[in-house]
């Protein structure tokens, strides 16, 4: 079994920062190697992949958010990280953490936690 459990979100003003977090617990399955990834989706709108990092850390981006959001990850502690700087109106949204196993080929999503960014 496979529980992710976010940490992090809160309200903020634009410009500001925060930092999320992505606790994942895993017994009696195959859960590495894998890729994670933060998604988020904001009202009325259809979720989105925000980033993305493998088991050997290469992380790619949304346009979007390149040059201000840095995602990694801790191996030994099963976590992820999502660092959100320069914060915008627009990355209002609860954002998910998501695992996909590379063996198994499935798919786990944490509950999500809402980031609000005032202008």
């Known amino acids: 079994q496979v529980q992710l459990v976010e940490s992090g979100g809160g309200l903020v003003q634009a410009g500001g920062s925060l930092r999320l977090s992505c606790a994942a617990s895993?017994?009696?399955?195959?859960?590495?190697?894998?890729?994670m990834d933060w998604y988020r989706q904001a009202p009325g709108k259809q979720r989105e992949l925000v980033a993305t990092?493998?088991?050997?850390?290469?992380?790619s981006y949304a346009d979007s958010v390149k040059g201000r959001f840095t995602i990694s990850r801790d191996n030994a502690k099963n976590m992820v990280y999502l660092q959100m700087n320069s914060l915008k109106p627009e990355d209002t949204a609860v954002y998910y953490c998501h695992v996909l196993v590379i063996h198994t080929l499935m798919h786990y999503w944490g509950q999500g936690t809402q980031v609000t960014v005032s202008s």
């Open positions: 990092i493998t088991s050997i850390g290469s992380a």
């Open positions: 895993a017994s009696g399955t195959i859960f590495s190697p894998n890729v």
